[in-house]
């Protein structure tokens, strides 16, 4: 029980370390392809790691190493780090075609992230599905989180 509670207060701090750098500004937009790539790097990022936790949560739960209310409460959380991503992502505002496309990938893929966590979260509850494909969702998101985060490296080292 008390691994439990410490692998949940890790999880917490976890999320609320990833929550905070995401800000709560109106539109802002960037002056160079560098800048532009770090500031949509935040959000996929963050989305990223709801998904991580998601994906933990998962495995967690489908081994018999949490309870599903424990599952349910990270997923939660996990949903609206997501949510967060994805509202900071269409608070951004493009000067330019390429990071337009960066952010409409980036976009694309948080939404993928938040359909992943919603659906491991009614499997939790009983909705049906099963902990496989759920588990497969979430990887399938994070290997698109991945993708565009890899593109936006490239364009950051530049």
């Known amino acids: 029980m008390a691994l439990l509670r410490r692998w949940v207060l890790a999880a917490g701090l976890a999320a609320a370390c990833a929550v905070l750098p ?3 500004g109106l539109g802002s937009a960037t002056s160079t392809p560098k800048q532009a790539a770090e500031r949509i790097a935040q959000d996929v990022d963050l989305a990223s ?5 998601a994906e933990l949560t998962v495995r967690q739960l489908r081994a018999s190493r949490t309870f599903p209310t424990v599952a349910e409460t990270t997923l939660k959380e996990s949903g609206g780090m997501a949510s967060g991503a994805s509202a900071g992502l269409t608070r951004y505002i493009p000067v330019g075609p390429v990071d337009a496309r960066w ?4 976009v694309k893929a948080t939404a993928q992230a938040q ?5 491991a979260r ?7 599905g099963s902990g496989a494909r759920v588990q497969a969702e979430l990887s399938a ?13 490239k364009a950051g080292a530049q």
């Open 22 to 24: 995401s800000g709560c």
């Open 49 to 53: 790691s709801a998904v991580g936790t």
């Open 103 to 106: 952010r409409d990938e980036a």
């Open 115 to 119: 359909v992943a966590i919603a659906d």
């Open 122 to 128: 009614a499997w939790v509850d009983g909705a049906g």
């Open 141 to 153: 998101s994070s290997d698109a989180l991945d993708a565009v985060s890899s593109t936006l490296q």
